[in-house]
């Protein structure tokens, strides 16, 4: 199959071009490289370097290649972010999407997968969190998100192009090869933040409250690993033909900043300096995502779950590129 992968140069997307490739799939990245990295990129994918925002590059790209579908996963993705600057989440988010899909309507590409969040439970009724739970977007972020598989309804229902979105927490791990892993400009995510202490790029790590009801009284949260993420999109996307789908994704289990920390020491055999600081605001006690349905129709089932190994190739990728990818745009 012949696939774009947009955002292909970041995190998540980097991963999937990665498993596309390796299982002998034709892969085009499209990526500006705000915050995506070339070196991420994997040898046998074409990369071209373009923007969203420009329709006219995005149908130049659609008119020079024959794309048979379309795995989306250029975004603007940092909640608190969003909440400082909304018209940039509900506004390029959501426009950047519109330009894609018309390409793809134009062109007569039916397949499409979306990245999705499970920022759209604010407010879950259960744990686990599965697809029935109702959607209260956490964020403008989450709400971009929500807005885009609505105009995906739309675009089944009126031009017969299928899809699947795939809502998820905390991505987390490297490539089990350490080839390519998490690289960002401001890191936020905590396990690569408590790496950076064991490499001594940080001082400590901040536990934002120690007072939740939750076993130790730290947050408790779903990693789920990057490939078995990649996995799972790879999965939807050949299911498409049986009509479209929206699958809530993770480990189905959560584990709390405590046990990230001290599951980092064992991995590294370092000392992680820790202090606790006050709550964040808008903190929920435990965030969990259900994968029932995911593994009942398509049969996934992750290779990394335990959160051991999830650290263990995270802190290979750490140890061998202290400095991520470097200077490599």
Known sequence: MNILVTGGAGYIGSHVVEELCEAGETVVVFDNLSTGHRAAVHPKAEFVQGDLKDAASVNRLFDDHHFEAVMHFASYTLVGESMAQPFMYLGDNVSNALNLLRAMVEHDVKRFILSST??????????????????????????????????????????????AALRYFNAA???????????????????????????????????????????????????????????AHILALKALDRGSRIYNLGNGQGYSVKDVIDTARAVTGCDIATEIGARRAGDPAILIAGSDTLKRELGWQPRFAALRDIVATAWEWHRTHPNGYGLDQ
Not at 120 to 133: G, H, N, S
Not at 138 to 148: A, C, D, L, N, T
Request: charged share 25%; proline share 7%; net charge negative.
């Open 173 to 231: 791990g490297a490539s089990p090869t350490a080839d390519r892993g998490e690289d960002h400009a401001v890191e936020t995510h905590l396990i690569p933040l408590i790496l950076k202490v064991a490499l001594g790029q940080r001082a400590r790590i901040t536990i934002f409250g120690n007072d939740y009801a939750t076993p130790d009284g730290t947050c408790i949260r779903d990693y789920i690993h990057v490939n078995d993420l990649a996995q």
């Open 118 to 163: 499970a920022n759209l439970f604010d407010d879950p009724q259960r744990m686990p969190i599965d697809e029935q739970e109702r959607i209260v977007p956490g964020s403008p972020y989450g709400e971009s998100k929500f807005i885009i598989e609505r105009l995906l309804h739309w675009m089944d229902r009126i031009y017969g192009l299928r899809f």
